[in-house]
């Protein structure tokens, strides 16, 4: 049985930072390009970062230069280093792995508030 799991969301001041981990199980984590997005309240999901196989990473351009995305083979875990938080980066958080059994995350929430 697949299973990919988000930890790590809460709530942090503008300008803070978040490390989300997502710890997946049932697959080979290494033929798996795993991906974080996020959907906000009224709002569409949204692809935030995505992390290949060979390790080369994409980010969407709202989040370049502030975010980080990494992953532990050895491991099964995938990272989300979040740094210069806004407000408008607030909403859950999903962690997409894909590959042979496409799986999502239950997600977890990240609100950025004074």
């Known amino acids: 049985q697949v299973q990919v799991v988000e930890s790590g969301g809460g709530l942090v001041r503008p300008g803070g930072s978040l490390r989300l981990s997502c710890a997946a199980s049932g697959i080979i984590f290494s033929t798996y390009a795993m991906a974080w997005y996020r959907q906000a309240p009224g709002k569409e999901r949204e692809l935030v970062a995505v992390i290949h196989t060979d390790g080369g990473p994409y980010y969407a351009d709202s989040v370049k230069g502030r975010f980080t995305i990494s992953r532990d083979n050895a491991k099964n875990t995938a990272y989300l280093q979040m740094n210069s938080l806004k407000p408008e980066d607030t909403a859950v958080y999903y962690c997409?792995?894909?590959?042979?059994?496409?799986?999502w995350g239950q997600g977890t929430q990240v609100t950025v508030s004074p």
């Open positions: 997409y792995a894909g590959g042979y059994s496409p799986t």
